[in-house]
């Protein structure tokens, strides 16, 4: 287990890019056997990504592969597959189960590694055909789920075990392998109950104790200060802060987190809150939403929007704060109430919404916001042509698209947002992430609504038109006189595109901060409920 | 500089020609050149495609509402097809004889039309995304069905029951005293009086292009672009406001529709009824065709319909005179079969990989 003084582990300026976008820069960090590493940040700040090159994952290989020295017990390695990681004694226990629900816990734990015993077909046949040891696998299973040191049935099928009992048997399956050093633990409590957790985090100091390194990655931060030897904070791919876990406290962490220039941030908010926002009226008023999205559960919000102001939404990912216009939109399933203008809006039907005045600029571009395959005209023009039966002419009964109107919206948008394209007759999918986010805000602004949803307006766009993007909804803000909610991951962005930002966190509403407030404020709300 | 550019647009040419189109109407215009040569009149080669052309473009317009509305090509036209055969039928039945019985036949198909089209439709908003599949055995069950049918409906008129028995439709039957050339004499030009041997079924041809605008018009009407939206992003139209359910059966209804006057079209023509599994062989015909025009399983233009009608139906009456003439084996009935089925299948194919 020592190796006089060689750390077990050792990153040396990592670096890797996706296609010159640059998500880690100059990581530095050791382990030694038998320490736990908390590490943490916000979501994309190059966890994962980090992890895959440590597991040595194909996705790495495949976009370029990376820079800089992993350094294994003082050993220049490079892992080709994850079964290179998995020889050297790299485990790793994804967010997601892969485990077999029909089988025991046994046997998915010794799984392709089973103990056998030779009989006579085998003889003939070859090893394929030997038999199962059953009773050599209960002795390894039960001796790895001793090693972390919890109680599982291991003869139990895992379909009818609790989502705890099949974390364990996840972890028991990495601890099974007589060589493990060290193990990668993504998110294990984020499924967990509370007291599942516990038991947890004190089967990983077991294992620290029997001389296992583990990397623990969390958003439960005092599960960190709980467990881990040393925190180390990322940040948009940077290491920011390395220390001994017994020097941070959860607001540090929150802080080093999410905090850019903490100063600057704080000395600088975008725009100060607009007084008449204070007691404007209430145009919007959500009470008691549900929303059932995929990863996005929305399970009890109440909030109040207030008229002419632009209201952000944030929160780590998973927490629902993209339910809450999905659901409101009738885009999933949805229950409570929702008030605009006083009057109820019907949940369940988009048409009602978009009736209501209401727009929604979904965060999916691709998938919900464009007809990839059809000009830039028919996008900008298509809800508002349908909606309200703007660009029509009429003859009698029949109503005939107006290519002439159809045509003047689109250039108009096309300049006023300078939307980059060959003609406002091509098609949405050659147009750049940036110009379709632009087309998606102009198919909003034709429908000239009162109130406007924006998901994730700037993901997966550059600087450069991020910048554009924010400013053309500050300006329909300030021109229009639309109410503009907007919800985004960025934190950044909100504090300077918004007047107050709701965090949601859980499914729940955490707090509701004016955008000057610190970062920190901010952070801890993210953390706060965390499911 | 000039050339380069050119051999830019030359290649932009060719990509959206497609090479099925291209390899097609490459062989077709060789059929053409080959004609005088053995022997055969071009004249006479001409009328026939023309001819061939009036009967079959309108089962051609009846894709193009489903490909529009995303539901893909329609493999169920047989059931189309039956709603023309018992408007046609029924009609004949009621006593209308010559050009009215057309009229009535489409008049009397619609009801039936609209009721069978809005079940299909019905049924394809159950399984989207496996509509084609679903579509073929709509087609197939519902043609068995309708064996049974022709056989127990009591029709009574002589000239379109069994010889013998009384009891049944007959599998074949004439339409010399119906709707036999009710479109295709219409306005005829006809020019053997000057020795050439060319006859244009004006009727015909106008009648389609009739339903090839209304169609066209449909298309640029609000309902129309909500059609098109639908198949081209169902998601993006739901977030619009569109009850995407109720405009797929809308458009599957019209196709049904169309597809019961395309054939009701193809008999005037023709001038014979062919009933029992004789609406199996529309489809086939019908799909290649379009795609042969440049349809894609989810995009279709009315000058698909027409360019693909003219390619299929050409090969398809060229082949047999010429290409018999030339290597004294009837090698038609395998080129139509070749042609109709790969074309389906490039076309699957091709779907997966914009897809992918």
Known sequence: MTNNGTPLLRMQNIKKDFFGNQVLTDINFTLEAGQVLGLCGENGAGKSTLMKILFGMDVIRETGGYDGDVLLNGQKTEFKTPFDALAAGIGMVHQEFSLIPGFTATENILLNREPKKKNVISEVFGDRLNTLDYKEMDRRSGEAIRKMGVEIDAGMTISSMPVGHKQFTEIARELSKDQLKLLILDEPTAVLTEKE?????ESIRNMAAQGIAVIFITHRLHEILAVC?????????????DVPAAEASVSDITRWMVGREVQKAAAAPAEPVRAENRDARVVMSIRNLWVDMPGETVRDVSLDIRDGEI?????????????????????????????????????NSPRKCLDASLAFVSEDRRGV?????????WNVAFPAMQIQNKFLKKYGPVRWRDEKAIHAVTKKYIDALEIKCTSSRQNARELSGGNQQKICLAKAFALEPRFLFVSEPTRGIDVGAKALVLDALKRFNRESGVTVVMISSELEELRQTCDRIAIISGGQVAGILPAADSSEDFGALMVSKVI | MHEYASAIALRYWLKKMGYPRLIIAGFLLFLFIMAPVTGSDLATQVTNVINRFSWNAVLVLAMVPMIHSGCGLNFGIPLGVLAG????????ELGFTGPMSFVMAIVVSTPFAVLFGGGYGMLLNKIKGGEMMVATYVGLSSVSLMCIMWLLIPYRNPSIVMAYTGVGLRNMFALDSFYAGALSEFLKI??????????????????????????????????????????????????????VDRIRTLSVILSTWLGAVGVLTYQQGFGFVQLYTAPLNMTMPAVAAVLIGGASVNKASISNVIIGTLLFQGLVT???TVITALIHTDVSEVIRIIVSNGMVVYALTRKTEEAA
């Open chain 1, 197 to 201: 957790a516990e038991a947890l985090l």
């Open chain 1, 229 to 241: 030897d040393k925190v180390v904070v990322m940040r948009d791919g940077y290491v920011v802060k």
């Open chain 1, 311 to 347: 209201f952000g939404i944030g929160g780590l990912a998973g927490q629902g704060k993209l339910g809450i216009p999905n659901g409101i939109m009738g885009l999933y399933q949805a229950g409570g109430t929702v008030e605009f203008d006083g009057k109820p809006i019907q949940l």
């Open chain 1, 369 to 377: 916001g464009l007809l990839l395959d059809e000009s830039l005209e």
């Open chain 2, 85 to 92: 055969l018992l408007g046609g039928t029924l009609a004949i």
């Open chain 2, 190 to 243: 006809d020019l053997n009086p000057l020795g050439i041997n060319l006859v244009i079924p004006t009727g015909s041809i106008l009648f389609f292009a009739l339903l090839g605008l209304a169609v066209w018009a449909f298309l640029h009407t609000k309902t129309g672009t909500a059609m098109t939206a639908v198949g081209s992003n169902p998601t993006f139209a739901r977030a619009s406001g569109i009850n």
């Open chain 2, 318 to 320: 060229m082949t047999p």
